[in-house]
């Protein structure tokens, strides 16, 4: 790894479209050139795994995932990383989604629960991102007998404030202004990307981490380059130390051959 550089990419809208839900041509034609150049490539996403179903035109370039926003990491089959929220956090959320009415999604290691009163999460993952994975979930109960790893609830960046305090074990990454990821304070992408630099025995100034999101702003302060998406939130750009085009501007391949990665 002396030599050459470990790529994180956060997924929606950095490498996906919002418009296609697609990654760019460019985008792949990108990452095959640095990883034939020696570059290992990392996914890092708010997503769960069983919801990662768009990145097949790069799977055979992934080494590993940080998912669920740094609550689990893996490299094949070796979890890197394991945070689960404590229950009692878990169980104060649900209860407050339950007693507010508002949406909110609960996520395990590999099954989600879903409470939609008001149709949010419909529209917004099944119909803005394209997630078909949650048209048959779990029952809340059969989750809160299990490791929680992360809680999507859909209130405003207001009630967040008000909210947050009641969670005392937790952090929380917005990256829509409608819901944020809950996950335990241990977890986040940053985090993540220690855990897989300390596994792999690589240092953490040899990463480049690509976002667009708040829940990216740990990993952008976290890797050595931190790269902010044109499409990026403008405190994620205030923290990056470069800013590239929008993910449907060539953004990745733009910002991959700045640093010189796709020769």
């Known amino acids: 790894m002396t030599d050459t550089y470990a790529l994180f990419f956060d997924i929606d809208g950095t490498l996906v479209s919002f418009n296609t839900h697609e990654i760019p041509e460019s985008a792949v034609l990108a990452l095959t050139k640095a990883k034939a150049n020696g570059a290992q490539i990392y996914i890092a996403t708010g997503r769960p795994p069983m919801i990662i179903t ?3 035109a790069i799977k055979h370039l992934i080494d590993g995932y940080i998912t669920i926003n740094g609550a689990l990491c ?6 890197v990383c394991y945070q689960p929220i404590p229950q ?5 959320c649900v209860q407050d989604a339950q007693a507010k009415g508002y949406g ?18 419909d529209r917004i993952f099944r119909q803005y991102l394209n ?18 790893l992360q809680l999507t609830a ?34 986040d992408k940053g985090k993540g990307i220690q855990a ?20 990216d702003l740990s990993m952008i302060k976290q890797a050595g380059i931190g790269v902010a998406m044109g499409n990026a939130t403008p405190e994620l750009k205030q923290q990056a130390d470069y800013i590239t085009d929008s993910v449907d501007e060539d953004g990745i391949l733009n910002a991959l051959k700045h640093f010189g990665l796709t020769h």
């Open 104 to 121: 909110l999604i609960v996520i395990g290691r590999d099954k989600v629960a879903v409470l939609d009163p008001t149709g949010s999460v």
């Open 154 to 187: 859909f209130f405003d960046a207001d009630y967040e404030k008000v909210m947050l305090p009641s969670l005392p074990h937790c952090v929380s990454g917005r990256w829509h202004p409608e819901f944020t990821d809950i996950t335990a304070r241990e977890a």
């Open 54 to 56: 768009n990145l097949g």
């Open 74 to 79: 893996y490299i094949g089959r070796k979890m």
């Open 196 to 215: 897989i630099a300390c596994y792999k025995g690589f240092d953490t100034s040899r990463t480049i981490a690509f976002g667009d999101g708040g829940n």
């Open 131 to 148: 997630v078909k994975e949650f048209d048959n979930p779990s029952p809340l109960q059969e989750l809160l007998c299990q490791d929680v």
């Open 88 to 92: 009692q956090d878990v169980l104060t």
